[in-house]
């Protein structure tokens, strides 16, 4: 994926309250230009609160915001003029066709029919129903077709999988990394763990409304568990294993060694060539338990939705 070092979104204090609720805390955020990023968290963490935000939706409380080098206050229509943008609930006229709907909004704000044509095909959209008469899915496809058809240079998109069913949450993929190939830059709030894995470059993670950190996907990947089971020739202790760099939850019975490992399982390895190892398993490592750590960590009681 591609990485220029430019900024497409950057904030700064970025704060908003509704009244005494907290939407968003003292976001401090830089989008690299031609990157995927993902914002994750459970629902009502502050991910659309920023994006409305970014858009001037709503305004913020204090701080700032800059999206493709445009203050988001001032220059607001430019950036939406630069934009694609599917939000979190896409509603809008209901007595219009798809087709009839993609061409006023091809009519007010720019965009390509023959190109939005081409997306309702992959996406399997008919155009010639109704609005109203869609089910969830086909009218998040008709909000994805939407948001590409203007060919932007920065789309955000906020949980655009949603009501999708696995092929075309795969197809979306694929035109995710087809967008990057083409040097646009991918904002993309989400909960959805699996996707944001396969797609993003780097994740932020925010809690309440507040930041928790920003990393690459590789990073938090390295640090995500490994469950290891090994199965040995001979008889192995506990003892044998403990303290083994990483190594956690360790439980040996008779042959058996189950245990936990954070980052790499090279000195598990080494540990286990001591004895004769008939068999091992371990799952890969995923997001999921990396990001339930930084939850936990932070006092969270409430389990964030990870489907």
């Given at each position: 994926m591609q990485e220029t070092g430019t900024a497409a979104i950057t904030t700064a204090?970025?704060?908003?309250?509704?009244?005494e609720h907290k939407g968003a805390l003292d976001v401090n955020l830089d989008v690299r230009e031609g990157e995927v990023f993902g914002l994750l968290g459970p629902n009502g963490a502050g991910k659309t609160t920023c994006i409305r935000?970014?858009?001037d939706f709503i305004r913020p409380t204090s701080g700032s915001a800059t999206v493709l080098g445009f203050d988001s206050r001032a220059d607001s229509v430019e950036i939406r003029k630069n934009t694609g943008y599917l939000p979190g609930e896409f509603v809008t006229y209901q007595?219009?066709?798809?087709?009839?709907?993609?061409?006023?909004?091809?009519?007010?704000?720019?965009?390509?029919?023959?190109?939005?044509?081409?997306?309702?095909?992959r996406f399997d959209l008919d155009l010639t129903r109704k609005i109203g008469e869609l089910s969830r899915g086909n009218r998040q496809k008709v909000g994805l077709v939407q948001a590409f058809m203007s060919d932007p240079a920065l789309l955000i998109l906020d949980e655009p999988t949603t009501g999708l069913?696995?092929?075309?949450?795969?197809?979306?993929?694929?035109?995710?990394?087809?967008?990057?190939?083409?040097?646009?830059?991918?904002?993309i709030s989400s909960h959805v763990l699996s996707e944001v894995e396969v797609i993003c470059d780097r994740v932020g993670i925010i809690r309440e409304g507040s930041l928790i950190t920003v990393e690459e996907v590789a990073a938090?990947?390295?640090r995500a568990l490994t469950r290891v089971d090994i199965e040995f020739g001979d008889a192995v202790l506990a003892s044998d294993f403990a303290g083994v760099e990483g190594?956690?939850?360790?439980?040996?019975?008779d042959h058996r060694l189950t245990c936990t490992v954070t980052g790499s399982i090279d000195s598990l390895i080494k540990a286990a060539s001591k004895h004769t190892?008939?068999?091992?398993?371990?799952?890969?490592?995923?997001?999921?338990?990396?990001?339930?750590?930084?939850?936990?960590?932070?006092?969270?009681?409430?389990?964030?939705d990870v489907a």
């Open positions: 204090g970025l704060t908003k309250f509704y009244g935000m970014f858009l007595s219009l066709t798809a087709l009839n709907l993609l061409q006023y909004f091809a009519n007010l704000r720019g965009g390509d029919l023959k190109l939005a044509r081409t997306l309702a095909e069913d696995p092929l075309l949450q795969q197809e979306f993929h694929n035109l995710v990394l087809e967008q990057v190939k083409t040097g646009k830059t991918l904002f938090l990947r390295e190594v956690v939850d360790v439980k040996v019975t190892v008939n068999k091992i398993q371990s799952a890969q490592p995923g997001l999921e338990e990396v990001f339930l750590e930084f939850y936990t960590d932070h006092g969270d009681q409430e389990s964030p």
